[in-house]
C-alpha cells in the first residue's frame, strides 16, 4: 500500500501521567519513512548474559524492568519511531482491519504514534480492559476520540468499559487480525516474559482457539533492544510469538 502522502492528518494523542480522555491532536506533515529508519540507532546495549537466565523469573523480570526504565526520553521516542518504521518496512500490518495495542507504562515501548498510520488506512485500533470476571483475560474496545480512560486495580490506564457500549466498539480476541503485545523479556527464538498475570496467555491461548475452530490473530511483540535476552526460561503455558519487533530489527521465530 503506498505510503507516500505527506498531508496532515488528525491522531489520538496520549497523556499516560493521567486517567481522562484521549483528544484530537494537530499533526506536522508526517516524516517519510526513510528518513524515521535512517535516525535510528544501533542497539542501546547487548542482550544480558545467558546466565541471568538462571535467576527466577521474578528477579528476571524486575531487571529487564529496570533496563528499560533507565531509557531516557529520547530514547524512548527513537525505539518508538524505529518500530514503526519496522513495522512497515515489514509489511507487517498489510490486509489488517483490526489492529490491538497497548497504553504503555513503565517504560514500555510506545506503539501510540503508530496510531497516526493506522488511522490513514482506516484500520480500526482496539486496546485491552481486563476482563470482571474470575478467569483472567482481556476484553478489547475501539480506540476514538471520544474514548474515556480511567486506572484499572494494576494502576494501569485502559478504557472505560460501558454498561450498553456499542457493539461496533468491541471485539472478540478471536476477530482480530494482529495484536501488538507488550513485552518484559524476549529472545531471538520467540520466548516471551509478560508482567506475569497471564492475562495475554490466557486470551491467545492455542487449545482455546483450535477448540473454538478460530484463527488465532497474528501476535506480534514489541519491546526495547535492552529487553533481549539470550534465552528465556519458558512455561507451557506460554503463547508463543509470530514476530517481535524491537526501534532497530525484527526477528521471527523458528
Not at 500490518?93 to 497497548?102: G, I, K, P
Not at 529487553?227 to 524491537?246: F, G, K, R
Amino acid at each position: 500500500m503506498p505510503l507516500r502522502s505527506s498531508r496532515a492528518v488528525p491522531r489520538l494523542r496520549y497523556r499516560p501521567q493521567r486517567a481522562g480522555r484521549l483528544i484530537h491532536d494537530r499533526l506536522v506533515p508526517v516524516r517519510p519513512i526513510a528518513r524515521i529508519h535512517s535516525s535510528v540507532a544501533s542497539p542501546i546495549c547487548p542482550s544480558i548474559p545467558t546466565s541471568s537466565c538462571a535467576q527466577s523469573r521474578a528477579s528476571l523480570r524486575r531487571e529487564l524492568r529496570q533496563r528499560r526504565r533507565h531509557l531516557t526520553s529520547r530514547q524512548q521516542r527513537q525505539a518508538a519511531r524505529g518500530m514503526v518504521a519496522q513495522l512497515l518496512r515489514h509489511g507487517a500490518l498489510r490486509r489488517a482491519q483490526r489492529v490491538a495495542l497497548y497504553l504503555p507504562a513503565d517504560g514500555e515501548l510506545d506503539p501510540m504514534p503508530l496510531i497516526h498510520w493506522l488511522q490513514r488506512f482506516n484500520i480500526s485500533v482496539y486496546v485491552p480492559v481486563l476482563r470482571p470476571s474470575v478467569t483472567p483475560g482481556l476484553w478489547f474496545i475501539k480506540l476514538t476520540r471520544h474514548t474515556r480512560l480511567t486506572r484499572n486495580r494494576f494502576g494501569l490506564l485502559e478504557p472505560v468499559l460501558p454498561h450498553h457500549a456499542c457493539p461496533a466498539h468491541k471485539c472478540s480476541a478471536w476477530a482480530l487480525d494482529i495484536v501488538l503485545m507488550p513485552l518484559v523479556g524476549f529472545d531471538a527464538q520467540g520466548a516471551r516474559l509478560g508482567m506475569g498475570g497471564g492475562f495475554y496467555d490466557r486470551t491467545f491461548s492455542r487449545a482455546r482457539y483450535a477448540e473454538r475452530a478460530f484463527k488465532r490473530p497474528r501476535l506480534i511483540g514489541l519491546a526495547h533492544d535492552v529487553q533481549e535476552v539470550a534465552a528465556l526460561p519458558t512455561e507451557a503455558w506460554d503463547v508463543p510469538l509470530d514476530m517481535i519487533v524491537t526501534g532497530t530489527r525484527c526477528l521471527y521465530p523458528q
